[in-house]
């Protein structure tokens, strides 16, 4: 059973930073490509940023210069560093693997006080 467990969220005030982190229980070479999504109240779970196996990122036209995903192979473990965030950043982040489907994290809360 493929498990990814995020955390690092948490609260902040605009302007500030954030790192998530995702943990794999499997080689993260096994996912052709891993990413964040968030969904806030309300609305549909959106890309964030994704990462492929080759270390090719793309990230959402909303967090790009903010934003920058990474991954540590050795660790199995993949980041998201946010940086000037704003209260919409504000949601529940979740981390991705795609696979031969897809696997989920349970989540993590990153609120932003303005």
């Known amino acids: 059973q493929v498990l990814l467990e995020e955390s690092g969220g948490g609260l902040v005030q605009a302007g500030g930073s954030l790192r998530l982190s995702c943990a794999a229980s499997t080689n993260i070479f096994s996912f052709n490509a891993m990413g964040w999504y968030r969904q806030a109240p309300g609305k549909q779970r959106e890309l964030v940023a994704a990462i492929t196996s080759g270390g090719i990122a793309n990230y959402a036209d909303s967090v790009k210069g903010r934003f920058t995903i990474s991954r540590d192979n050795a660790k199995n473990t993949i980041y998201l560093q946010m940086n000037s965030l704003k209260p919409e950043d504000t949601a529940v982040y979740f981390c991705?693997?795609?696979?031969?489907?897809?696997?989920w994290g349970q989540g993590t809360q990153v609120t932003v006080s303005s």
């Open positions: 991705n693997g795609v696979s031969r489907g897809h696997y």
